[in-house]
């Protein structure tokens, strides 16, 4: 009897188990292992793995670019966000901090803070990079590790458990990859400079 009632819990575990694993309409279609974008969140993507498929958000300032599969830069304001459009003293107060990275941003400030405004002028602009002809990392299930973004001396790819995710150092600081850490950007070796 007690044999039976395992079998049956354990039968009722598995039964849930597939009931509760999310069902992504979008994959349906995909190969495995493709990233396809979510239709109502720009910044949004669903990796279509099966039974282990997943939603997830791109880090900020970034949107997900279904053409290359992967979180983008958001420099051209492809994909703008309720929080970013809601707040206008966040807006002046990373001008203030000099962490704008586009003019288009600047607009946004309120006339009346000069401050702020002569603040923003001294701003660093970087024109938008063109798409990666370098594929992203394969992540291996098996082993954790870190890439250089191609591009971007300021963010790289993790891999944990074989998932890939796109992260940004502090401000000021470049990943170095002779270390694989983050240092400031004038010691850090950029794969972009190799």
């Excluded at 396809?36 to 791109?58: H, K, L, Q, T």
């Amino acid at each position: 009897m007690t044999y039976q009632v395992s079998v049956l819990l354990l039968s009722l575990f598995l039964l849930a188990g597939c009931a509760f694993a999310e069902d992504f309409s979008e994959c349906s279609n995909v190969e495995v292992d493709t990233f396809v974008m979510v239709i109502e969140d720009c910044a949004s993507y669903i990796y279509c793995n099966g039974e282990d498929s997943f939603r997830d958000m791109c880090p900020e300032q970034t949107y997900f670019d279904a053409q290359s599969k992967e979180c983008a830069f958001d420099d051209e304001g492809v994909c703008l966000r309720k929080d970013t459009l809601e707040a206008d003293v966040p807006i002046v107060a990373a001008a203030a901090e000099g962490e704008i990275e586009s003019e288009d941003t600047l607009t946004e400030i309120n006339e009346g803070d000069n401050s702020a405004e002569e603040e923003a002028e001294n701003v660093v602009t970087t024109a938008a990079p063109g798409p990666s002809t370098v594929p992203r990392p394969h992540c291996d299930p098996a082993n954790d590790s870190f890439h250089p973004h191609p591009q971007r001396c300021e963010y790289y790819y993790s891999c944990i458990s074989g998932y890939l995710t796109i992260v940004r150092c502090p401000y000021k600081y470049g990943w170095d990859v002779a270390t694989e850490q983050c240092k400031p950007l004038t010691d850090a070796q950029c794969f972009s400079s190799l």
